[in-house]
């Protein structure tokens, strides 16, 4: 579908769950390059109710929502999402899409064979990668250089008392799904490719400890869990090497103010036709990989691998 000039680019928005209201709806609403044209949910009664204060209509099917958008924007469960946004990519639809942006690593690559075939812009909401603190951090550990090491941990209760404690899919897949793809990716960002699962063990509380192995011969640890009664929760990252150590600062903007951010960069893809971004879908598989690897070799006890990604073992 071709983009209409200088006009808004007409954003439709699949699912009306917490992170739909909460982040999704609001920030499309109130970027100035974007509007919101229609929501399209299992619940009808819940897509209207989203709809309604930005002026949105209902899609009855998601073919209808399709027929009013020039991109498409998930906020659903990883299985629900992969599948619909093959259709949109097929049908010209760029893409918003949320992390993992599948069930499976063979899923997430038809997903990206899709997307290439048609040549349409995608994004992976990765919130901490459009922070400015996270970006001038980045800049600085690339400037540097020498790194040999790193460690992320990423700790909450999101799973214990929020709004995404009720979500089956969270509660299937733990931390690694949910707040992984963030900490492999902001690893894999800071320290090069993550080539290798080197351990991985998951205890309880949903307590995950991963070390990885980067192509540039530099170790990483993380950690995670979402049923810690942690208040408020910790994000954190840190490299260290020949220039000592360097701490990823706390997030000051909101993730509406980072969602902003990746609004501004996905219009421009769209106007420019650039196909690219260091958050596209090509992203996506490769953290898809990783977390598949992981969920695939962690078992009752302590694990060592092989450095292959994306294989189950045995």
Same mark, same amino acid.
């Given at each position: =579908?071709?983009?209409? /000039? %200088? ?7 699949? #699912? *009306? ?23 399209? $949910?299992?619940?009808?009664?819940? $897509? ?8 949105? !209509?209902?899609?009855?099917?998601? @073919?209808?929502? =399709?027929?009013?958008? %020039? ?7 990883? *299985? ?10 097929? &049908? ?6 949320? @992390?993992?942006? &599948? ?13 290439? +075939? ?27 250089? #020498? ?27 733990? &931390? ?12 894999? &960002? ?8 080197? $351990? ?23 950690? =995670?869990? =979402? ?19 360097? +701490?990823?600062?706390?997030? $000051? ?21 650039? !196909? ?16 598949? !690897? ?6 009752? /006890? ?13």
């Amino acid at each position: =579908m071709a983009e209409r /000039g %200088d006009a808004p680019l007409r954003v439709g928005l699949v #699912g *009306a769950g917490p992170w739909a209201r909460a982040l999704h709806a609001p920030s499309i609403n109130a970027h100035p390059r974007t509007k919101l044209a229609a929501v399209w $949910a299992r619940r009808e009664n819940a $897509a209207a109710a989203l709809a309604a204060p930005y002026g949105a !209509t209902v899609a009855r099917s998601f @073919k209808e929502l =399709m027929s009013t958008a %020039d991109a498409i924007s998930f906020a659903v469960p990883p *299985a629900v999402q992969a599948p619909l946004a093959i259709h949109a990519a097929q &049908a010209g639809r760029h893409l918003i899409l949320e @992390k993992p942006i &599948a069930a499976t690593a063979e899923e997430a690559e038809r997903l990206v064979a899709a997307a290439d +075939e048609a040549a349409v812009a995608t994004v992976v909401v990765l919130t901490r990668r459009f922070a400015t603190s996270t970006i001038e951090w980045l800049d600085e550990v690339h400037r540097l250089g #020498g790194w040999t090491g790193g460690t992320a941990r990423w700790l909450s209760n999101a799973l214990l008392d929020s709004p995404y404690a009720a979500s089956p899919w969270r509660h299937e897949g733990g &931390a690694l799904a949910d707040v992984g793809p963030h900490v492999l990716d902001l690893l894999d &960002a800071a320290l090069g490719e993550i080539t290798g699962v080197l $351990a991985a063990y998951r205890g309880e509380p949903d307590l995950w400890q991963i070390v990885l192995g980067h192509a540039n011969g530099a170790i990483s640890t993380a950690c =995670m869990s =979402m049923r810690l009664p942690v208040r408020p929760g910790i994000s954190e990252a840190s490299v260290f090497g020949t220039h000592g150590y360097l +701490e990823l600062p706390q997030r $000051a903007e909101s993730a509406q103010d980072c969602f902003h951010r990746l609004l501004d960069d996905f219009v421009t893809m769209v106007h420019n036709g650039q !196909t690219e971004h260091r958050c596209d879908v090509s992203r996506g598989l490769h953290i898809q990989r990783l977390v598949q !690897t992981i969920g695939y070799l962690v078992g009752p /006890g302590h694990i060592r691998l092989s450095p292959e990604l994306g294989r189950q073992p045995g």
